[in-house]
T-cell receptor
Framework: NAGVTQTPKFRILKIGQSMTLQCTQD?????MYWYRQDPGMGLKLIYY???????DKGEVPNGYNVSRSTTEDFPLRLELAAPSQTSVYFC??????????FGSGTRLTVV | GDSVTQMEGPVTLSEEAFLTINCTYT??????LFWYVQYPGEGLQLLLK?????DKGSNKGFEATYRKETTSFHLEKDSVQVSDSAVYFC??????????????FGKGTLLTVNP
């Protein structure tokens, strides 16, 4: 099925560990986004990309890095995990006519 | 900057009750307004949208009207069903291109509908 695929769905990290959250879309969308959702809060933008090779910071980029080597993939990297990064992470891509398509999310716990 | 304020939850209703979830916004220019729904364990899905003043978005019996004079986009449904139980997010997008396609979200309202 066409859409945005995120892996893994769940992950527990220890403080200081690193990991990459994977995001792939098969809709040939140029614009892709990473949001985090904290309990009782709306989503906040971490990073976004307007096309392969182009990325930029959102509202809450500290502690994260991204890359966009292909149109399809937009991985999010956590280098030194901290408890404050415990959250649910959503990747999304956008079609200018139909709007956002969100992945099903990655639930990350840092202990 | 842009902001969205929506009704605090949780909201608990009986089946067939009337639903209103209030949403007001602050934005520069003329934003597009959205309601997203998140079912348990899933990502967000677009429920409805409106792109200019006085537009009414509607979908699955839900409606919201873009009111520029009151900067509001309240979500309504005449008769809710158990299957409508979810978290509802009001959001806006105030530009085009790059970060201006970004969405600014409210905190979300949890709706529970009991049989």
């Amino acid at each position: 099925n066409a859409g945005v695929t995120q892996t893994p769905k769940f992950r527990i990290l220890k403080i200081g560990q690193s990991m990459t959250l994977q995001c792939t879309q098969d809709m040939n969308h140029n614009y892709m986004y990473w949001y985090r959702q904290d309990p009782g809060m709306g989503l906040k933008l971490i990073y976004y990309s307007v096309g392969a090779g182009i990325t930029d910071k959102g509202e809450v980029p500290n502690g994260y890095n991204v890359s966009r080597s292909t149109t399809e993939d937009f991985p999010l990297r956590l280098e030194l995990a901290a408890p404050s990064q415990t959250s649910v992470y959503f990747c999304a891509s956008i079609d200018r006519v139909y709007g956002y398509t969100f992945g099903s999310g990655t639930r990350l716990t840092v202990v | 900057g842009d902001s969205v304020t929506q009704m605090e939850g949780p909201v608990t209703l009986s089946e067939e009750a009337f639903l209103t979830i209030n949403c007001t916004y602050t934005a520069t220019g003329y934003p597009s307004l959205f309601w997203y729904v998140q079912y348990p364990g899933e990502g967000l899905q677009l429920l409805l949208k409106a792109t200019k003043a006085d537009d009414k978005g509607s979908n699955k019996g839900f409606e919201a009207t873009y009111r520029k004079e009151t900067t509001s986009f309240h979500l309504e449904k005449d008769s809710v069903q158990v299957s409508d139980s979810a978290v509802y997010f009001c959001a806006l997008s105030s530009g085009s291109g790059g970060s201006n396609y970004k969405l600014t979200f409210g905190k979300g309202t949890l709706l529970t509908v009991n049989p």
